[in-house]
């Protein structure tokens, strides 16, 4: 299907645990973006990448690895799940024209016990 | 970081109303857009606003780039129970990144 999807669309890990987000796009965009969503806090960047092997920290990025060998995959880890970062994730792309907005996964809500 | 102050933070109004919400940033933008989250969904792009002063529509919705290029507004015509979910604004302060408002929540009694 086209489109970009993140998977898995809901987790649940313990404390201390490493997590893998996936996101797979299907347009060839150059830019991807993950953004967590917390109640009072709208949509903060956490990492970006503007094509294949090169991303970029955005304003929340500790705890946070991102990867980006293949232009149409941007997993997300968090290295060691704290409580902290139970949230909904989602990933976004666009391409060059970014003006015209990016487009959002459907989102992974984490929790972390 | 750049910051967007988006108001009202949360409406309820009566099925039939209209609905105004704004967003104000410290920074001039080139280029203004709103979205729009339905429940356990991503956001998806209503309006995109790329010259001040211009007035966009898409259906019953309404945006307009504010004059001053540190504004924008929304309006929501006639507002219908799917009009419910959450609505951000966004702008890019520089480069390609795009910064969001913390989101207007809008329900609707029906």
């Known amino acids: 299907d086209a489109g970009i999807t993140q998977s898995p669309r809901y987790k649940i890990t313990e404390t201390g645990r490493q997590v893998t987000l996936m996101c797979h796009q299907t347009w060839s965009h150059s830019y991807m973006f993950w953004y967590r969503q917390d109640l009072g806090h709208g949509l903060r960047l956490i990492y970006y990448?503007?094509?294949?092997?090169?991303?970029d920290k955005g304003e929340v990025p500790d705890g946070y690895v991102v990867s980006r060998s293949k232009t149409e995959n941007f997993p997300l880890t968090l290295e060691s799940a704290t409580r902290s970062q139970t949230s909904v994730y989602f990933c976004?792309?666009?391409?060059?024209?970014?003006?015209?907005?990016?487009?959002f996964g459907s989102g992974t809500r984490l929790t972390v016990v | 970081g750049q910051q967007l102050n988006q108001s009202p933070q949360s409406m309820f109004i009566q099925e039939g109303e209209d609905v105004s919400m704004n967003c104000t940033s410290s920074s001039i933008f080139n280029t203004w857009l709103w979205y729009k989250q339905d429940p356990g969904e991503g956001p998806v792009l209503l309006i995109a606003l790329y010259k001040a002063g211009e007035l966009t529509s898409n259906g019953r919705l309404t945006a307009q780039f504010g004059i001053t290029r540190k504004d924008s507004f929304l309006n929501i015509s006639a507002s219908i129970p799917s009009d419910v979910g959450i609505y951000f604004c966004a702008g890019p302060p520089s480069g390609n990144k795009l910064v969001f408002g913390a989101g207007t929540i809008l329900r609707v009694k029906s």
């Open positions: 976004a792309s666009s391409d060059l024209q970014w003006a015209y907005g990016y487009t």
């Open positions: 990448s503007a094509a294949a092997d090169i991303t």
